[in-house]
């Protein structure tokens, strides 16, 4: 999978304790250039967490982790240059028509004048914007927000895009859409680290990794998971390797020091 | 019996925006049915209206008899909701939203016990904790244990698994068709089309409007052309090459799989792996499929995508 080429992202028994709570326990895995990985797992089980260290939001309590070659310790602003995030719960400014959000964030990574009409030109015809260009975000239909807001992502042409939930509550025909952009940037080079909770969409990743607990309990290309666990889908797969933890994580943190 | 649930000719605008256009369907006592559809296709409006929250601008509604306007005050008594967004009180403990719910509707924790014991059990454990301080699927236990805990007629449940994994969210309809058991009528909304097959009855639900509602074996089975599934390592390739055929009606990724429908009244597995060869994919496996509530929902809402968004 990797081949010779670098890993984008490297991490090494990376951990995250938060009192005597360990929300991250020791993961270890590399993700090759353009690869799209799937990081699934229970709620609770760490990915938010995990996803907050490998962007430079949060330091790790111990392990090593670089991302776009850089550490997670000391080189968190370089990261963050680096890298492309969305979530469903927040992407773009809802009251900025979508003109303007890709002139924001154009601005902010450090896009000239000329490149953000560019981009601008190329994102309204790619997306069929039309007159959606100029009306306000919350205007537009969710599956067309994301859309924008991934494109958007990736405008200043990042080494990763971390990718959260993106297609959460987005109807069936756009979810799929939705796919076709981000195998077109991992084409181009671009890593995708995606979450989701619609398991047929973990079919669609180069290697899908599934947390539970704060470790990772499996990690392969899809083809591999359902051979290992004798399964005919990866959602048989989840429900095996996380039915019933949903107790036992939050009596965990019980035991911990409030976080 | 009369209907628990009648909604006539229901409509609702926010300035020129249609939230919710001219909808009717009817649900009947203890049925547990769903309306399955994305986000801004109206179902949060259409909650809103029955359980009381929002007047709509047109039409009229039934809760267990009474009418949502004009009265609330006993129509509220008599129902349960859980909306989309988490709405208990964060910085009071588990017991404390809870001993709330059922002070405000003028019970106790202990009337209402046998009811949502099999669902509060699992957060009593954590009954000192903040609701705040509660994972996901914990939130979720709490809260539909608050809107069941003056034992409602009927429930409305907006989203409750949106951003919830797959192993709560079947936790979550197992409860589902325990609690319809004891007769209570159950109204769910769900961006998930895998749910609809656990309701008795579905409104697939698209830009306000209603695409059709039906049983879920009798909507699958509304699908009126010839699918096949098509499994194959290169995937992106054969979709492209299924999309281009003349008889295509559509071709789509499911998971490991691809479905293709063609237009035309029957089509051979055979013809199709042909098809795929020429364009260089050898090792295509194609076989007949029974369509899902997916495939029909993606089918109807072909026609009526967003405006300006790609036909």
């Known amino acids: ?259 | 019996m009369a209907a628990s649930v009648v909604a006539t000719e229901l409509h609702k605008a926010y300035g020129s925006t249609v939230a919710l256009g001219r909808v009717s369907f009817a649900v009947e006592p203890g049925e547990l049915f769903g309306f399955v559809g994305p986000d801004g296709a109206g179902k949060t409006t259409l909650f809103r209206i029955l359980v009381s929250l929002v007047v709509p601008d047109g039409g009229e509604a039934r809760v267990d008899g009474l009418d949502p306007v004009r009265q609330y005050r006993e129509l509220r008594r008599r129902l349960g909701y859980m909306p989309g967004r988490f709405s208990l009180y964060q910085d009071l403990s588990v017991e404390e939203n809870l001993r709330f719910f059922a002070t405000i509707f003028g019970t106790t924790i202990e009337a209402g016990y046998d009811l949502i014991r099999e669902i509060y059990a699992q957060i009593e454990p954590f009954r000192d904790r903040r609701a705040g301080a509660l994972s996901g699927g914990m939130k979720q236990k709490l809260a539909l244990s608050c809107a069941l805990v003056h034992r409602p007629k009927v429930l409305f449940l907006d989203e409750p698994t949106t951003g919830v994994d797959a192993v709560s969210r079947r936790e979550f309809w197992d409860m589902l068709s325990r609690l319809r058991a004891e007769g209570i009528t159950i109204v769910v909304s769900t961006p998930y089309m895998d749910e609809a097959t656990r309701c008795d009855r579905v409104a697939l639900i698209q830009e306000g409007s209603l695409l059709g509602v039906d049983t879920p074996a009798a909507i699958a089975a509304s699908f009126d052309r010839p699918l096949l599934v098509v499994r194959t390592p290169r995937r992106l390739d054969a979709l492209r090459v299924l999309r281009s055929y003349e008889h295509a009606r559509s071709a789509w990724s499911f998971g490991e799989d691809l479905h293709y429908a063609d237009t035309r009244d029957r089509v051979e597995p055979a013809e199709i792996a042909r098809l795929l060869a020429g364009a260089g994919i050898p090792d295509a496996v194609v076989r007949p499929a029974t369509a899902g509530i997916e495939d029909v929902f993606m089918d109807r809402m072909h026609g009526t995508a967003a405006p300006g968004a790609a036909a």
């Open chain 1, 1 to 259: 999978m990797s081949g010779a080429r670098e890993p984008v992202i490297a991490a090494r028994d990376l951990t995250r304790r938060f009192g005597t709570f360990t929300a991250v326990d020791a993961i270890s895995f590399d993700v090759a250039p353009g690869e799209i990985l799937g990081f699934l797992g229970a709620n609770g089980a760490g990915k938010t967490t995990a996803i907050r260290m490998l962007t430079g939001l949060l330091a790790p309590t111990s392990g090593t982790a670089r991302v776009a070659g850089f550490d997670v310790y000391t080189q968190t602003e370089a990261i963050k240059r680096s890298i492309g995030y969305m979530s469903q719960r927040f992407s773009l400014y809802e009251d900025l028509t979508a003109r303007e959000n890709i002139r924001f964030y154009g601005g902010i990574y450090g896009l000239t004048n000329a490149a953000i009409r560019e981009e601008t030109a190329e994102l309204a015809e790619k997306l069929d914007l039309g007159r959606a260009l100029d009306q306000p975000i919350r205007s537009l239909p969710l599956g067309w927000r994301q859309k924008l807001a991934f494109s958007v992502a990736v405008l200043h042409r990042p080494a990763i895009v971390f990718l959260d939930e993106p297609t959460g509550g987005v109807d069936p025909v756009t979810r799929r859409q939705f796919w076709d952009l981000m195998y077109e940037e991992a084409a181009s080079g671009v890593t995708v680290f995606v979450t989701t909770h619609y398991m047929d969409e973990a079919e669609y990743c180069d290697r899908v990794s599934i947390m539970v607990d704060g470790r990772i309990d499996a990690l392969g290309t899809p083809g591999e998971l359902k051979a290992r666990f004798s399964a005919d889908s990866i959602d048989e797969v989840f429900v095996r390797l996380a039915r019933g933890r949903g107790v036992a994580a939050e009596a965990s943190k019980r035991a911990g020091a409030p976080a």
